[in-house]
């Protein structure tokens, strides 16, 4: 228990101040519903650069900045940037040289992922220690059901509390959503940026959210959007209003939910259990284009280690690979497969790619970008793994061999036991790189005390 905590429940709880207590409690309580829930939105503000901001605040504070990839290995998009780059006219996946061309000033960032990680498991932390209802849905995100957190003041305060505390403990800038469910607490979180607190109660969404372009409604994509523009429904207020056999009739079951969603309805509910994950991938753009399966192998057999490892991690095997390839002209094909029995080793993926590889691609076809996705998960436990009489006596050996490899490299990292193949690359040797792999939507680690050293 933190002792910001400790000393919230001793206020709360001293004997000696039972009659402040009751006060407390009685005034709180009118802040609270008195059926129905109360959810905040925690969303770190430019989070990749903030980060940067916090560990270094002299090279970076206040200026404009961007974590980008590499312009010369061809990944030069804005990932994100700061609210001093946003000024100028930067934005989220703008081309660096664009970029660097409104603002010369502009400082690029190589990311660090294992960076990112770290202060989002700290936030977390945080928030966490108001609630254990908190459900991360991303690297910079997470939602909190804080019905039952009155101990700690109204929600106001607490939502007050969580904001400081990330600010002073790490140095990180974040909004906060107050709602009484996920979809309006999402919404509130973003109508003040940065650090701001907003909320959003049912009967506000006519006022705050109607006269909005349905795009703006969390949850409806740019597809959507057009195809409602199409019926006539261009902002939340007619999305509202709208028949919502229409709606079913030209979306589906989804009309529903549209219809509900413009009126502010939202029966979701925090989920603390992270939910296992639908597949498992990592593609890597290429400092230059690679022909032929002899160049792609060492790529493939790194990317089939790392989509192994977090496998594992999660106590799953798969039943199907899928290959992706992309062209120098940004054309991408993916192949999948489906495994005659489920796997957790990189042996076995890296076969299946390989062979992927060589059967649906040209040799003397250059390719941009490899990539490699499990599919078909399921918990290892409850998987029945069949074995022919060579692979049974193997079996136990490649086991004890992968969680001792697992063992020494967590320890030691990545580059601690290696097959000779991941030493003959040198783009290969940055896919083990802590700092550079990973990417937001890679929730594997969300939830988890990460205790790699920097």
Not at 142 to 154: A, P, R, V
Not at 247 to 264: C, E, I, P, Q, Y
Not at 269 to 298: C, F, M, W, Y
Request: charged share 25%; proline share 4%; aromatic share 6%.
């Amino acid at each position: 228990m933190t002792s910001c905590r400790q000393k919230r429940y001793a206020e709360l709880n001293n004997g000696n101040h039972v009659d402040k207590k009751v006060d407390i409690v009685q005034n709180v309580d009118q802040y609270y519903p008195a059926s129905g829930r109360v959810i905040l939105h925690v969303d770190m503000n430019a989070f990749y650069c903030s980060v940067h901001e916090a560990e270094d605040p002299d090279q970076y504070k206040g200026k404009p900045t961007a974590v980008a990839g590499s312009v010369e290995q061809r990944r030069g998009i804005i990932v994100t940037c700061s609210y001093a780059a946003r000024r100028f006219g930067i934005s989220t996946g703008m081309q660096v040289q664009k970029a660097l061309r409104i603002c010369p000033s502009l400082t690029l960032i190589q990311p660090n992922f294992h960076l990112y990680r770290k202060y989002s498991n700290a936030f977390m932390q945080i928030a966490y220690s108001y609630t254990p209802l908190l459900e991360a849905v991303s690297i910079d995100e997470c939602y909190l059901d804080i019905t039952g957190s009155k101990q700690f003041g109204t929600p106001l305060e607490i939502a007050g509390e969580i904001q400081r505390r990330i600010m002073d403990e790490l140095g990180l800038p974040c909004s906060v959503g107050v709602a009484p469910n996920k979809l309006l607490a999402k919404m509130a979180s973003d109508l003040k940026k940065p650090n701001g607190i907003s909320v959003l109660r049912l009967r506000d969404v006519p006022e705050v959210l109607w006269n909005k372009p349905c795009g703006e409604m969390f949850g409806i994509g740019g597809k959507t959007a057009e195809k409602l523009r199409k019926l006539g429904i261009y902002n939340i207020g007619q999305l509202a209003a709208a028949d919502e056999r229409m709606l079913t009739d030209h979306f589906g079951v989804m009309g529903s939910w549209l219809k509900r969603a413009g009126n502010g309805i939202d029966y979701g509910v925090v989920n603390p259990e992270r939910e296992q994950s639908k597949s498992i991938g990592h593609t890597t753009t290429l400092p230059k284009d690679v022909v032929g399966l002899a160049d792609a192998r060492p790529i493939l057999l790194n990317l089939s280690d790392q989509v192994a490892r977090r496998l594992r991690k999660q106590g799953l095997v798969a039943s199907g690979v899928q290959l992706t390839i992309r062209t120098p002209d940004m054309k991408t094909i993916t192949r999948s497969r489906q495994l005659e029995a489920p796997t957790e080793t990189a042996e076995d993926i890296y076969k299946v790619v390989c062979d992927q590889f060589a059967r649906h691609w040209k040799g003397d076809k250059p390719v941009r970008l490899l990539g490699v996705t499990l599919q078909n998960l399921s918990p290892k436990e409850e998987s029945a793994i069949q074995l022919d009489l060579f692979d049974y006596e193997r079996q136990p050996k490649k086991e004890s061999l992968n969680k001792a490899m697992d063992m020494l490299r967590n320890k030691f990292g990545e580059n601690a036991v290696l097959t000779a193949g991941m030493l003959s690359d040198s783009h290969s040797a940055r896919l083990r790189n802590h700092k550079e792999r990973g990417t937001s939507l890679q929730k594997d680690n969300l939830g988890q005390v990460d205790t790699d050293k920097d």
